[in-house]
């Protein structure tokens, strides 16, 4: 197509591989750009890697945790065998393949750093130093994801931290490893490299909690569970300053005065939009923050509704499954459909693979009642069901709903425990349905498996007196 296409894709990430095979799917001409490797982010530095570490020690866990299996197990995660594992996932950190499937849906992959350079005009600074210029006729599309967050601590840049990207493709197990952050990032990779044989771990929270956004209960186990396997947890803490020591090691400060010591330390305190080098000023939007989109992932404040955002540059769901939707949604908005997107509003899955896992999706119960909700919360031990007896002995895991007892629909709801990630699809359809609690009654599960566990849930609802 020359250098003008119906659609300009930045950023060939999960996100914007989605936008633009679907556009090409419905017939538009597509140019996807990317600096780096397509795929992005989750394929070579967050989901596939970091799953890819921590799936060996779950098993070892879960295996020691049944009283048949305990004595077969009789050694600790093979951490070569374990990277070589992980540097599969990440397909050895070539994209050869994902390119492969960008050409097969019709899409032209562009290679440089894509810049706006005005109203649906897109620069590009190939790796061999040559400019091209790129103009749309429909839609450009931001789709560049975002890095990780260093936080405002004293000499933190200067004593070379980890982050996600350090982490996930590390050749190598330190001794002992500080964790800045309780959050997800934080909380599975202490986790995996405790396990791969770190000798001392210790997480650091700002917060009075691990998983502070999610219910208490969930970062309450998780909490017992690290201690439990010998991972330190320090909650309500600021880290103040960090300084790396001339034999390698990193001391971390804290607010209450202790000092914390480690072979690396992992800064793990969030995620920043990847918008400061996106040419926004040249229409009139500034640069470094979020963009902020309406249902149909326009970019607000850009005249003629051109510029669209998806993923997390636009802030609204920082997680991968969430992007691709918003895509897939795009896909149907620049092929003139009515659509909107709007379970980012309402019904968001996220999962934390760690041992316990923690899935959620919807409002927690502070969440629903701050939006004014009357609800009604459910709980129920994973333990007192058949299956989660059968998983072995002190298997530690609950699940909650929080029920909207006005409509009588489930508003959200929390599973932590073995196999928590595949319960939180049927909570997700739940919300997304509108299904009310007396029609989940006629959804019956089978037994014994966990799923089991909503019919408790049930019965707790109905001994309420259906308040």
Known sequence: MGDRYDVIVLGGGAVGENAAGYASEDGLSVALIERELVGGECSYWACMPSKALLRPGEVLAEARRVPAAAAAVTGRVDPEATFKSRDAFASGWDDTHQAVWVDSVGVDLIRGVGRLAGPRRVEVDHPDGARRTLEADRAVVLATGSR??????????????????????????????????????????????????????????????????????????????????????????????????????????????????????????G??????????DTVGREPGGSLEVDDQLRVLGVEGGWLYAVGDVNGRALLTHQGKYQARILGDVLAGRDVEAWADHRAVPRVVFTDPQVAAVGLTERRAREAGL????????????????????????????????ARRTVAGATFTGPNAAELVHAATI?????????????????????????????EAERHTGRT
């Open 148 to 269: 990780a967050a260093m936080p405002p601590v004293d000499g933190l840049a200067d004593a070379h931290p980890w982050d996600n990207r350090d982490i996930t493709t590390a050749g190598r197990v330190p001794e002992r490893l500080v964790v800045l952050g309780g959050g997800a990032v934080g909380v599975e990779m202490a986790q995996a490299f405790h396990r791969l044989g770190a000798r001392e771990v210790t997480v650091v929270e700002l917060f009075d909690r691990l998983l502070a956004a999610e219910e208490p209960f969930a970062g309450d186990e998780l909490r017992a569970a690290f201690e439990a396997e010998g991972i330190g947890v320090h909650t309500g803490t600021r880290a103040v300053a960090a300084v790396r020591r001339d034999n390698g090691e990193i001391a971390l400060r804290l607010d209450d005065g202790r000092e914390l010591v480690g072979d690396e330390l992992l800064v793990a305190t």
């Open 271 to 280: 995620r920043r939009p990847a918008t400061d080098d996106l040419g926004l």
């Open 374 to 405: 009357p609800v009604t919360v459910l709980s129920h031990r994973l333990a007192h069901t058949a299956a989660g007896a059968l998983h072995g002995q002190d298997t530690v895991g609950t699940a909650q709903v929080v029920v909207d007892t």
């Open 430 to 458: 739940a919300i997304v349905g509108g299904v009310t609690v007396d029609r989940l009654w006629h959804a019956v599960p089978a037994f014994p498996t966990l799923s089991e566990v909503w019919l408790r849930l049930l």
